[in-house]
């Protein structure tokens, strides 16, 4: 009985130490994610300016980059507290926060990304999905057990 206790409290350890890491882990990707979306927004505005690079880009005037929410590290998503409203999101995510706060029950991404006007592909879903489940990490949704979300 003491080798089962044992084994399963050094087990339980391993693990705290190995979700630490991936916490970890998951904050460096975040943030590269982060760097990664400002650029897009920086990339896109020159390559409209200059006409995908073609036209000089010494004729164009520089543009004032405004950063929002998800460039340099800024969450997309951030954690809900009390008294906090959805225009603490981003309109992608409140729109996401409608529609299951509209659903008669718990409603799963494809229903979402059908909602949200998108093909019921993998391709369309699994991004919904991925944002679905960062409202839920994030207190915004709550996550049944069956992976479909209700609002909290």
Same mark, same amino acid.
Not at 22 to 46: C, H, M, N, T
């Given at each position: ?32 994610? +982060?760097?990664?979306? /400002?650029?897009? @927004? ?5 390559? &409209?300016? =200059?006409? %995908?690079?073609?036209? $000089? ?47 008669? +029950?718990?409603?799963? /991404?494809?229903? @979402? ?5 998108? &093909?019921? =592909?993998? %391709?369309?879903?699994? $991004? ?25």
């Amino acid at each position: 009985m003491v080798d089962v206790l044992t084994w399963t409290i050094e087990r339980r350890m391993r693990l705290t130490e190995r979700a630490e890491l991936l916490r970890k882990e998951l904050a460096e990707i975040d943030a590269e994610l +982060g760097r990664l979306e /400002a650029a897009e @927004v920086v990339f896109s505005q020159w390559a &409209e300016a =200059t006409d %995908g690079g073609r036209r $000089p880009s010494g004729i164009v005037e520089p543009e004032r980059v405004v950063a929002g929410p998800g460039a340099g590290g800024m969450r997309l998503v951030p954690d809900r507290v009390e008294g906090m409203g959805l225009e603490a999101l981003t309109s992608e995510y409140q729109r996401i926060m409608e529609i299951v706060a509209g659903a008669d +029950g718990p409603v799963m /991404a494809k229903d @979402v990304a059908l909602a949200l006007g998108r &093909e019921p =592909t993998p %391709g369309k879903v699994e $991004p919904v999905r991925g944002q679905l489940r960062k409202l839920a990490d994030r207190g915004w949704l709550k996550r049944t057990g069956s992976g479909r979300y209700l609002p909290r």
